[in-house]
């Protein structure tokens, strides 16, 4: 047993040191053993509980190591530095903007009426808003409405009374500068430009519909909007978005 054991031994000496001419060389590449484990990220809803976490820094984190990314409107992670011993970096807090049931339907034409609802729950009350509230609260069930569309423009006629003699012709606004709520509630909200269209029913409403018409560019701005808010409310950790 002892023979054995000693074996063992010298197998294990060899494999990791070879004496080469009477200089030592290692066989193995040598890794310092540490502890990578990392508890599951929590979860959160809005910018504020993330500096809550931050401020009352219950799990003893060293806010020097710290890093908060911004990664889209919706969505921003605290992190620490990359660990030099295992070269991994860790992902302490995950926040989701809440948007179930709050996403406007951009690019797809719905009645008119559900429209305007969702103008008033879901919008700021700013840019032209009003104006184009305005121009759908004209359009009555009871009216026959006819829309002529030239591509840019779309004209609204509005026949109205039993023979449809009455007539009232409207234009409807082609661009309109709106703010949707569509990033964390702690910041200030985007305004961009949207093109608004309508389709032609028979003898009833018009569907309505809004297209993004900024090529995205709100999303830097959102994502700027959150650096400075997070830059005022949670202290001194660096902020890249």
Request: net charge negative; aromatic share 8%.
């Amino acid at each position: 047993m002892n023979t054995l054991a000693n074996d063992i031994e010298r197998i294990v000496k060899d494999g990791i040191f070879i004496d080469v001419k009477g200089e030592m060389f290692s066989a193995t590449k040598l890794l310092k053993v540490s502890d990578d484990r990392c508890p599951e990220p929590i979860t959160l809803k809005t910018l504020k509980g993330l500096c809550d976490y931050i401020g009352t820094n219950v799990d003893g984190l060293k806010t020097e190591h710290l890093l908060i990314i911004v990664h889209s409107p919706d969505s921003v992670s605290l992190c620490q530095g990359i660990d030099p011993t295992n070269q991994k970096r860790f992902n302490f807090v995950n926040v989701r903007l809440d948007k179930s049931g709050k996403d406007f339907p951009y690019g797809q034409f719905i009645d008119s009426e559900a429209f305007i609802i969702k103008l008033q729950s879901m919008f700021q009350e700013d840019g032209d808003i009003k104006e184009l509230r305005a121009f759908l609260s004209k359009l009555a069930v009871n009216e026959t409405i006819q829309t002529n569309d030239d591509g840019i423009s779309q004209d609204v006629v509005v026949k109205k009374g039993m023979s449809g003699a009455l007539k009232e012709s409207q234009t409807a606004p082609a661009i309109v500068n709106l703010t949707p709520n569509r990033t964390f509630a702690e910041v200030v909200q985007p305004q961009s430009k949207f093109l608004f269209r309508m389709k032609a029913t028979d003898n009833k409403l018009p569907l309505c519909a809004l297209f993004e018409a900024d090529g995205g560019a709100w999303q830097n701005v959102a994502m700027k909007n959150i650096e400075y808010w997070l830059g005022n409310n949670a202290g001194e950790i660096s902020i890249i978005a």
